[in-house]
């Protein structure tokens, strides 16, 4: 079929079977994704076998819940924030931290700190990593009492709450900012995410001739009263992955540098000491 008939087909499949006008946001939508599917059917020549093999996959996919990290890993969070990019230039926003994507694994209902956060609960083997920061506004005043929201991965690259070995909340706090916006947590460094092995995302990646890996990092949501929520990432400098992530969440801007402290006696002290619980 060409476009001009599949494009009347379309338009028979809206005047047949009619109650009522329904929801003309999703009527576009829907009738513009069809009508795009149908043209790739026909450019491509996908056969029936293809196409239920392509349902069956999504349905899948699905069922192990891994609809939100087939997203990430064909780039389309990405696509999505440099939309949200170029919607905030034409408004005239520039500036600040940049965003980058949210991923699958954030859970709310964090617990709620002060100023400082321990994220780990001492239980799990890492580097220790000390990181902070000062929320500002658009003009670069610091934000008192903003939230920050933090969450990242353990030594073997998993998520508290996805992994059960794990305790609840386990490197996830919200930090909410001290008087001259300020907050701090020390957690222990994170390890790269893979795809679950052998799961939907993995088959479509090895189809693809890629992999599933992504470089260390620390997610981190900032909001406060009045203010647009930024969802954005850092990344470990030192990872090899750094640049080859299958998410594609690395972004200039989101690399601080990472120094080491080899002084073994404040190690030590940091170490037995609670400043961050
Ligand atoms: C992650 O940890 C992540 O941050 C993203 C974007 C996708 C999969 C796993
Ligand atoms: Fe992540």
Redesign the pocket.
Same mark, same amino acid.
């Given at each position: 079929m060409d476009r001009q008939a599949i494009d009347a087909l379309v338009a028979r499949f809206e005047t047949t079977g009619v109650t009522g006008p329904g929801n003309p946001r999703v009527k576009t939508v829907v009738k513009r994704l069809l009508t795009d599917l149908m043209y790739a059917m026909e450019d491509l020549d996908i056969s029936p076998e293809e196409f239920w093999t392509g349902l069956n996959y999504l349905g899948e996919a699905g069922k192990r819940g891994e609809l939100g =990290?087939i997203v990430? *890993?064909v780039g389309l969070?990405h696509f999505m924030d440099l939309r949200l990019d170029e919607a905030e230039a034409r408004a005239g926003l520039k500036g600040g931290t940049p965003r980058t994507?949210?991923?699958? =694994?954030y859970v709310t209902g964090a617990p709620v700190v002060q100023g400082e956060a321990r994220l780990d609960d001492g239980t799990q083997p890492g580097e220790i990593v000390v990181m902070s920061g000062v929320v500002r506004d658009e003009k670069g005043q610091p934000i008192a009492g903003a939230k920050v929201e933090v969450w990242h991965?353990n030594h073997l690259g998993n /998520?508290s709450y996805f992994d059960k070995s794990q305790s609840a909340f386990n490197l996830r706090r919200t930090i909410v900012t001290d008087a001259q916006g300020r907050y701090k947590f020390r957690s222990i460094m994170p390890v790269g /995410?893979s795809?679950p092995p052998g799961g939907s995302t993995d088959v479509l990646l090895t189809l693809l001739g890629r992999h599933g890996h992504?470089p260390a990092?620390i997610?981190f949501f900032a909001h406060a009263e009045g203010k647009r929520k930024l969802t954005t990432?850092i990344n470990i400098e030192t990872d090899p992955h750094l640049w080859d992530d299958f998410?594609f *969440?690395t972004r200039e801007g989101l690399v601080p540098p990472v120094k080491t402290n080899s002084d073994a006696a404040a190690m030590k002290a940091l170490e037995t000491s609670k400043p961050f619980y």
């Open positions: =990290l990430p *890993g969070e994507i949210e991923g699958p =694994l991965a /998520y /995410y795809v992504r990092h997610h990432q998410a *969440g």
